[in-house]
């Protein structure tokens, strides 16, 4: 089967498989997780960490054998103490002075703290959490100790939306509530890069209600704005707006709204002005679209941790986890 034309994951696998990829799984507590683990271990896929008791793993697994070997359980609750003194130097130290070790010992006892210290401390190479614990919880940690790379100031949350042989990334659905002109033309750079890990040649849009000057509003200026800075810093990237959804997507539409624009009429990267109409627009997608929705996968982070959404089904863990550890191989 050719790569372009073989099933979206069956490349990703391909890709992953033999890395010997670590990720760890704070939420061993919840079913969805454990079978997507037990899952992604038998499957030879990553070797997961997941938190908590090996009993009550199995029990909700429904494991009535050994767990793979390859799937490693790490109690929080027995990490032995020179080791957790050690996790709570190197946090202190991450945070210079914003922590102390009597706040961190405390922090560490949640198990996304404890997770991305694993991580930080290149114990794992990457973390999918979020099935139980809302976004901000689950960021949370990543944001204060995993940080943003060089270049990059603010963390995004992309969904990889696919039905069929359709195939677009849509942005930010996931952490920036309000961001201004400079923060969303680094989302829209870093959306074409994430594009790319999926095969997708990137045509960006960044979404309006307005089409190059349809309408006047500060919120439209800021798009405008936007999508100046994004063409200036990614000059190679082809990104346009501001641009309606229709004009951004349909060609004949397109034609009459934006007949100049290179990306009208073909984006397939979805960059949204804010985050209400980001997780909005997904969301309706997801639901009324039948697209399957993966994500959120986190952008422009040192290493990879990805969050889920708490209506995620075991097959959305398993996937999110492949792309977690797509990320970790440098892709
Ligand atoms: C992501 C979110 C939790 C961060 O909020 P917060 O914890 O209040 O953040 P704070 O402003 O206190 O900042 C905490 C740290 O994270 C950093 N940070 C915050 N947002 C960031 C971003 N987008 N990218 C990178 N770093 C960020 C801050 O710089 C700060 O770092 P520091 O402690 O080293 O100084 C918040 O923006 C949020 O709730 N977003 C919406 C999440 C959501 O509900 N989404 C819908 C469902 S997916
Ligand atoms: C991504 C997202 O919307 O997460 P949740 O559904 O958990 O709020």
Same mark, same amino acid.
């Given at each position: ?36 683990? *037990? ?7 990553? +070797? ?35 080791? %957790? +003194?050690?996790?709570?130097?190197? %946090? *202190? +130290?991450? #945070? ?13 006892? /949640?198990? =996304? ?12 190479? @990457?973390?999918?959490? @979020?099935?139980? $614990? ?6 949370? !940690? ?8 060089? @270049? ?14 359709? #195939? ?10 309000? !961001? ?21 040649? !990137? ?5 309006? %209600? ?7 509003? +500060? ?11 994004? $063409? ?12 309606? %959804? ?8 397109? #034609?009459?709204?934006?007949? /100049? ?6 984006? =397939? ?26 994500? !959120?996968?986190?952008?422009?982070? =040192?290493?990879?941790?990805? /969050?889920?959404?708490? @209506?995620?089904?075991?097959? /959305? ?15």
């Amino acid at each position: 089967m050719e790569v372009d034309k073989m099933e979206l994951f069956e490349s990703l696998i391909a890709k992953v498989k033999g890395t010997g990829k670590k990720i760890v799984f704070p939420e061993g507590n919840d079913e969805r997780i454990v079978k997507a683990a *037990v899952r992604l271990a038998t499957d030879g896929i990553i +070797e997961p960490i997941v938190l908590g008791k090996t009993a009550a793993i199995k029990q909700l697994a429904g494991v009535t054998q050994e767990l793979p070997a390859t799937l490693k359980v790490l109690d929080p609750a027995t990490y032995p103490t020179a080791k %957790f +003194e050690e996790m709570v130097s190197a %946090f *202190v +130290e991450r #945070r210079k002075g914003k922590n102390t070790a009597e706040q961190a010992r405390k922090l560490l006892q /949640d198990v =996304n703290y404890f997770g991305t210290m694993l991580v930080y401390l290149g114990i794992a190479d @990457g973390l999918v959490s @979020g099935a139980v $614990h809302p976004t901000g919880d689950t960021v949370r !940690p990543a944001l204060q100790i995993i940080k943003t790379r060089p @270049g990059v100031s603010r963390t995004s949350g992309a969904f990889i939306m696919t039905k069929g042989t359709e #195939r677009y990334l849509f942005a930010d659905c996931a952490i920036n509530i309000e !961001p201004n002109a400079q923060e969303l033309a680094e989302i829209a750079v870093s959306s074409a890069a994430t594009a790319r890990l999926f095969d997708i040649d !990137p045509r960006v849009a960044l979404l309006s %209600f307005s089409t190059k000057g349809s309408a006047k509003a +500060e919120t439209v200026t800021k798009v405008a704005e936007a999508t100046k800075i994004a $063409h200036a810093a990614a000059p190679m990237e082809k990104i346009d707006g501001e641009l309606q %959804f229709d004009a951004a997507f349909v060609e004949t539409v397109a #034609r009459k709204k934006a007949p /100049d624009s290179e990306v009208a009429g073909h984006a =397939n990267v979805f960059v949204f002005p804010e985050l209400q109409s980001g997780n909005i627009g997904y969301k309706i997608a997801q639901r009324f679209g039948g697209f399957e929705a993966i994500g !959120p996968i986190l952008q422009g982070l =040192n290493k990879p941790i990805s /969050d889920l959404s708490r @209506g995620a089904v075991e097959e /959305d863990v398993y996937k999110v986890a492949i792309i977690t550890a797509l990320q970790a191989t440098g892709a």
